[in-house]
Nanobody
Framework: QVRLVESGGGSVQSGGSLRLSCVVSGYTDRQYCMGWFRQAPGKEHEGVASIKTDGTTTYADSVKGRSTISHGNAKNTMYLQMNSLEPEDSAMYYC?????????????????????WGQGIRVTVSS
């Protein structure tokens, strides 16, 4: 059984930072893509950042330069360091895992074919 567990969300003031973590278990494919997505009330899922097994990363324009996605020492852990947070970053954040090809383009932007998802974690940024 594949399981993803997010942690590290919370409430911060504008300009603050948060580090989100995601631990995956039970995923047996050796090559994969892990990604962070977010959904604000009334909006669709939005790809935030993704990382392949080989370390290749993709970022949404909205977070580029403010966020860094990385693997932990154990490749089953993924982090998203978010700096200079803005109220527009407030959303439920989800981590997900899928095959390597979903790490960019349409698949990433629309969160398509990421087969497994975490429960989500809330990030609230106040002005």
């Amino acid at each position: 059984q594949v399981r993803l567990v997010e942690s590290g969300g919370g409430s911060v003031q504008s300009g603050g930072s948060l580090r989100l973590s995601c631990v995956v278990s039970g995923y047996t494919d050796r090559q994969y893509c892990m990604g962070w997505f977010r959904q604000a009330p009334g909006k669709e899922h939005e790809g935030v950042a993704s990382i392949k097994t080989d370390g290749t990363t993709t970022y949404a324009d909205s977070v580029k330069g403010r966020s860094t996605i990385s693997h932990g020492n154990a490749k089953n852990t993924m982090y998203l360091q978010m700096n200079s947070l803005e109220p527009e970053d407030s959303a439920m954040y989800y981590c997900a895992i899928g095959p390597p090809y979903v790490c960019s383009g349409y698949y990433f932007e629309r969160a398509v074919q990421f087969g497994y998802w975490g429960q989500g974690i809330r990030v609230t940024v106040s002005s």
